[in-house]
């Protein structure tokens, strides 16, 4: 059964429900943190009361510095409207780990740009080393990966479409809002990866939907080859959907409110994430 950690000023915390426990390490940085599960299993199974998430302050699970890998056209019905026709040949993009921000953060729209847009993603959190050129099948998913983390790809467009500056559009602060949960994996967890869904409202309205089942790359998470980065432990890979994988909420973005910059919100992304029923493994 998968765990749900989550980091605060103070230190991690296991979740069992609506309660935390604070797990005994003196882990400062998530590789660090996947490095001292056993400690995350013993918060996690502790008799301790604990203490209530909803009193929790929660930071990006994922610390920095790390390396951001996003996939492209992530779903069917993104290909279509980006023009996109037959197969999609997987595509890889950066995004600098300034970006990462805590998932209550205000995003932040910088003065020069029109045209923010938001995705809300699933970030693979790695667990071990992934050279380049590393072929990773099926079996070997639970080598690789250590957890899963709820974020949001946040784009300015006009920076992105008009110049074709991918990274600079996707990597401004606060452009890749994560968490509050990291959900660490164990092997059979694995399983339920395409039965899983993630949903985004922006002010209470439904606007993405989707199951990892429908996503255009399902097959990648089967087999792939990796490309550049990440290439160490606790570095993330975005691009699929996924919650909890016992049927625990890996969390939301957390009504994150969409600033400009007089701090006046534009809008309030917030990720929901719920299990589908069970599908043929592809």
Not at 121 to 140: F, N, Q, R, S, Y
Not at 240 to 265: D, F, I, K, T
Request: proline letters at 10%; one cysteine or more; glycine letters at 8%.
């Amino acid at each position: 059964m998968s765990t749900n950690v989550l980091r605060t000023a103070d230190g991690w915390w296991a979740v069992r429900g609506e309660r935390a426990v604070p797990v005994r390490t003196e882990a400062a940085t998530t590789a660090e943190l996947i490095a001292d599960r056993a400690a995350v299993k013993e918060a996690a199974a502790s008799g301790k009361q604990g203490t209530p998430v909803a009193d929790l302050a929660a930071l990006s699970p994922v610390t920095t510095p790390c390396r951001v890998v996003a996939q492209m056209v992530n779903y069917r019905s993104h290909a279509r409207d980006s023009g996109f026709t037959g197969d999609i040949p997987p595509a890889f993009f950066r995004k600098a780990s300034g970006s990462v921000s805590g998932p209550a953060d205000a995003i932040v729209r910088p003065a020069h740009v029109a045209l923010l847009d938001y995705e809300v993603e699933l970030g693979l959190v790695m667990g071990a080393p992934l050279p380049v050129g590393t072929v990773v099948g099926e079996p070997d998913l639970p080598s690789y990966v250590a957890g899963l983390v709820v974020t949001d790809d946040v784009s300015a467009r006009d920076v992105q479409l008009t110049r074709t500056q991918f990274y600079e559009s996707k990597s401004y602060p606060t452009f890749t809002p994560t968490g509050p949960h990291l959900a660490l994996l164990e092997p059979e967890d694995f399983a339920h990866l395409l039965d899983l869904r993630l949903r985004l409202s922006v002010n209470g309205e439904l606007r993405q939907d989707r199951t990892l089942g429908t996503a255009a790359w399902a097959s990648l998470l089967h087999t792939t080859r990796s490309p550049r980065p990440p290439g160490n432990p606790a570095e993330a890979l975005a691009g699929n959907p996924a919650e909890s994988l016992a049927g625990n909420p890996v969390g939301s973005l957390a009504g994150n409110p969409v600033e400009n910059p007089a701090g006046n919100p534009v809008e309030n992304p917030q990720g929901t994430l719920s299990r589908t029923p069970p599908r043929t493994p592809l």
